[in-house]
């Protein structure tokens, strides 16, 4: 395996009794390696080695916020709004320049099973803010609830038309494996995603255990399109401000503090900042990675009519009677 991967993506950070677990898993290969099905997830072996630690070790804390997501929905923007909003009510002096303009939204909101807890089951977790602590996932929702049995702790899940997400994927994958934009990769994708083998996949299961979890259990599940978050971004950035019990007030709303915090987090802003054109995560990704387009609908200018039509068929499929639509 390449050693300019994320360690998350490779296979050298497994302890023996992963090793054994996952020489009897079912797995396929990709093109950046083995991927084990472990609960009815896809995972490489270093990332299913930290989904262990974390089910072996996480102790929630009652004020504990998880972002969840595929990767590629949205991410990065729900990370950074999210701080924003619970930023805001901290008393900083006005000289203080925001953590966000100083550091990515992946560094003020880490990654559970694949930064925090990749290497040991009892990470030190002393730097993470206090109360609350902003955290993340790649999980479905019935792996990550294994530690959460019992927990009061608020989990928000965005997601994204699997058409963008497929294409997002691509060029983030050509982007960290240093490769050229090929066309060959997306077809691979689609293919094996349609299949329902991907990392964190299938993409249908992912999303409606987060659909279904949001309807039983609204208070501590939130379910956020990114759709809806580009077409009404006013709405919906109240929307998560009321669900994580921080509502904006009235002079909040007349004195413009809801727009700031949207210009803040804009794709614009944040990827003019220097730490997203030169940092890199832990995972040695860079931060310039988590920066493309944003855009809804940019899937219909790679993706065939052929590949829509496919993929639209296996939704109408698959979230038959769930209730959601797209």
Known sequence: MDKELPPNLREDNLSEETKTLISSLPWEKDRLGKLYNYHGCWYYANTLQGVLNFQKGFKPQDTDIIIASLPKSGTTWLKALTFALLERSKNRSSDDPHSLLSNNPHGLVP?????????????????????????????????????????????????????????????????????????????????????????????????????????????????????????????????????????????????????????????????????????????????????????????????TPEMESKIDMIIGEKYKDSGLEF
């Open 111 to 303: 990654f559970l099973e694949a930064v925090l807890y990749l290497k040991s089951s009892k990470p030190d977790l002393t730097k993470l803010s206090s109360s609350p602590r902003l955290l993340s996932t790649h999980m479905p929702l019935h792996t990550l609830q294994v530690p959460l049995k019992d927990s009061p702790c608020k989990i928000v899940y965005v997601c994204r038309n699997v058409k963008d997400v497929l294409v997002s994927q691509w060029y983030f994958r050509c982007a960290y494996s240093h490769k050229e934009v090929d066309k060959n990769i997306l077809e691979s994708l689609f293919e094996s995603s349609c299949r329902g083998v991907g990392f964190y996949g299938p993409f249908w299961e992912h999303v409606l255990s987060y659909w279904k979890g949001s309807l039983d259990d609204s208070k501590h599940v939130l379910f956020m399109r990114y759709e809806d978050m580009k077409a009404e971004p006013f709405a919906q950035i109240k929307r998560l401000a009321d669900f994580l019990g921080c509502p904006f007030t009235e002079e909040e709303e007349h004195s413009g503090s809801i727009d700031k915090i949207l210009e803040l987090c804009s794709l614009r802003n944040l990827s003019g900042l220097e730490i997203n054109k030169t940092g890199k995560t832990e995972n040695n990704v860079h931060y310039s990675n988590f920066f493309r387009k944003g855009e809804v609908g940019d899937s219909k200018n790679h993706l």
